[in-house]
């Protein structure tokens, strides 16, 4: 068996594995026979199909959003620490989902979808301004002035956040739970209002895993190698945000799956984009799942924001990625 088809045959069976586990475990036990016989278990059976399955749909495709942004936005700048949270892109979705809620924003045509699309846009205008702000600073676009100027946007963004919070009167409790990042009774609905812009984001993705390795040589070399650059990049940018946004309207901020997860599939299966944006996808689904489903059992009955699990995870792996990138740099000077 060829490396690549284990890394597809292992990542599916880990995705597979972890959606019974996070629908199977939590106070009430679900018996595998619910699948085919409702009438078994009428309690567990409601409990699965209307609350445990959507959470966990929602989670994986949350976390897939994430991770194959991550691995796209760290192809496109060449730099691993490159994620949607790191970049303020999840500040600027955050942003765009609370306005949303607080001036009770929307869209006559879209209806339930004017969440996710104010959402989407808070995380392109946020990535543009990013990426502008930072060429202005520094043509080369260097991993520090990308990481400081995400700094200095989320920093922005998040103050915008906390005036709406601390104006806010009934919805409250609605901004904060965003926030705090949860997949919790949030139900099929929710599951058909992401659907549609992982499809197109991840598509638009995709189209570009050819472009993304080109890329990887610099722009020059792609530009006398056919790649349309400016395309390219635009592309990548708004599938990308329209991913994080689509995401953060579903479950709040929930950050470092964009980097975690491309990060490791990248270490493990290597760097090629035709396999990384898919493993990453499917790597980013269960790990979220798993993580949502230690964040509701941890401490049962309460439960955690599934944001706190991601931080504890991506924190550590974050200073690790960032320690050995100057380290080599020391040694190469």
């Not at 016989?37 to 059976?45: L, W």
């Not at 409990?47 to 399955?53: A, D, P």
């Not at 390219?232 to 946004?245: D, Q, R």
């Given at each position: 068996?060829?490396?690549?088809?284990t890394?597809?045959?292992?990542?599916?069976?880990?995705?597979?594995i972890?959606?019974w586990?996070?629908?199977?475990i939590?106070?009430?036990?679900?018996?595998?026979?619910?699948?085919w016989?409702?009438?078994?278990?009428?309690?567990?059976?409601n409990?699965?199909?209307?609350?445990?399955?959507p959470r966990v749909f929602?989670?994986?495709?949350?976390?897939?959003?994430?991770?194959?942004?991550?691995?796209?936005?760290?192809?496109?700048?060449?730099?691993p620490?490159?994620?949607?949270?790191?970049?303020?892109?999840?500040?600027?979705?955050?942003v765009g989902?609370v306005?949303?809620?607080?001036?009770?924003?929307?869209?006559?045509?879209?209806?339930?979808?004017a969440?996710?699309t104010f959402?989407?846009?808070g995380?392109?205008?946020?990535?543009?301004?990013?990426m502008?702000?930072a060429?202005?600073?520094?043509?080369?676009?260097?991993?520090?002035?990308?990481?400081?100027?995400?700094?200095i946007?989320?920093?922005?963004?998040?103050s915008l956040?906390?005036?709406?919070?601390?104006?806010?009167?009934?919805?409250?409790?609605?901004?904060?739970?965003?926030?705090?990042?949860?997949?919790?009774?949030?139900?099929?609905?929710?599951?058909?209002?992401?659907?549609?812009?992982?499809?197109?984001?991840?598509?638009?993705l995709?189209?570009?895993?050819?472009?993304?390795?080109?890329l990887?040589y610099?722009?020059?070399r792609?530009?006398?190698?056919?790649?349309?650059?400016?395309r390219?990049?635009?592309?990548?940018?708004?599938?990308?945000?329209?991913?994080?946004?689509a995401?953060?309207a579903?479950?709040?901020t929930?950050?470092?799956?964009?980097?975690?997860v491309?990060?490791?599939?990248?270490?493990?299966?290597?760097?090629?984009?035709?396999h990384?944006?898919p493993?990453?996808?499917?790597?980013?689904?269960?790990?979220?799942?798993?993580?949502?489903?230690?964040?509701?059992?941890?401490?049962?009955?309460?439960?955690?924001?599934?944001?706190?699990?991601?931080?504890?995870?991506?924190?550590?792996?974050?200073?690790?990625?960032?320690?050995?990138?100057?380290?080599?740099?020391?040694?190469?000077?």
């Open positions: 068996m060829s490396k690549i088809v890394a597809y045959v292992t990542a599916i069976t880990l995705l597979i972890s959606i586990c996070g629908a199977a939590g106070s009430v036990h679900i018996p595998l026979e619910v699948l016989n409702k009438a078994a278990d009428e309690t567990a059976a409990i699965f199909w209307k609350i445990r399955l929602l989670a994986g495709l949350v976390g897939a959003s994430l991770a194959i942004a991550g691995a796209a936005f760290q192809g496109l700048l060449k730099n620490l490159a994620d949607p949270y790191t970049l303020g892109v999840s500040s600027g979705a955050s989902a306005m949303t809620i607080f001036f009770g924003l929307s869209i006559p045509v879209v209806g339930l979808y969440l996710p959402s989407m846009l995380a392109v205008l946020t990535m543009v301004a990013v502008s702000f060429r202005v600073v520094d043509r080369s676009l260097k991993m520090e002035t990308l990481i400081l100027t995400g700094v946007f989320s920093s922005f963004l998040g956040i906390s005036l709406m919070i601390a104006l806010s009167g009934e919805e409250l409790r609605q901004v904060i739970g965003w926030l705090l990042g949860s997949v919790s009774m949030r139900g099929w609905p929710f599951v058909q209002m992401i659907i549609p812009f992982v499809i197109v984001g991840s598509l638009m995709w189209t570009q895993r050819r472009e993304l390795n080109v990887l610099g722009e020059e792609a530009k006398h190698l056919g790649v349309n650059v400016k390219s990049k635009y592309l990548i940018l708004v599938g990308g945000s329209m991913l994080t946004g995401a953060v579903v479950s709040g929930i950050g470092f799956v964009g980097l975690v491309p990060h490791m599939t990248r270490m493990i299966w290597g760097s090629d984009h035709r990384l944006l493993l990453s996808f499917l790597n980013g689904a269960t790990l979220l799942i798993i993580c949502d489903l230690i964040a509701r059992t941890i401490i049962m009955p309460r439960e955690l924001p599934i944001g706190v699990i991601t931080a504890f995870i991506g924190a550590p792996v974050f200073s690790y990625i960032f320690y050995k990138q100057r380290r080599s740099k020391g040694v190469r000077a």
